[in-house]
């Protein structure tokens, strides 16, 4: 397998791409306002250093499905999603794609589908988390995938929480890499 980063805006500043073989997305370029740093990657893309590739369709849908099941679809944007869906589908190709996000939900979701990721010093998660969703009055617990809002059971107001935290090692260390 081959080493590839997959780097979000971040990553772009901190010009990920001179590292290792880059890609990123049109919906992270979208998100880049600064002009200079704008200038920067329309030169890394010219020099061969970055490429951007579009995301096949089916990997952006797994990857909207795992955050889903994680509980961090509502803080990911479509340039996050499309980030995750490339590495899927770089991880298809025969790739060993490396995600570049100060993110912690991307993160989250990365470590999800075990996927690698490295993010800025002081910028990892230590833990990976699945959220649910549970009546505080009966303790009924609900997959956080599900539409409901209130209890099946009583009728109160579900409430987010923590089903579980995982510590993650070795991951997610930019020194590490
Ligand atoms: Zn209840």
Known sequence: MRLCYVLDVIGIKLRGYLKERAYTTPWVLKEIKNELLSEAVKGAVAQGLLRVREVRKEFLEKAREEARETGDLASLSEADLSLIGLALELREEGEEPVIFTNDFS?????????????????????????????????????????DLNRCPECGSPLRRVLLRRRLLKDRGDLSSV
């Open 106 to 146: 991307i993160q989250n979701v990365a470590s999800s589908l075990g996927l690698s990721y490295v993010a800025p010093p002081g910028r990892a998660i230590r833990f990976s988390a699945k959220w649910i969703l549970k009546c505080p009055e009966c303790g009924i617990k609900i997959p956080l995938s599900s």
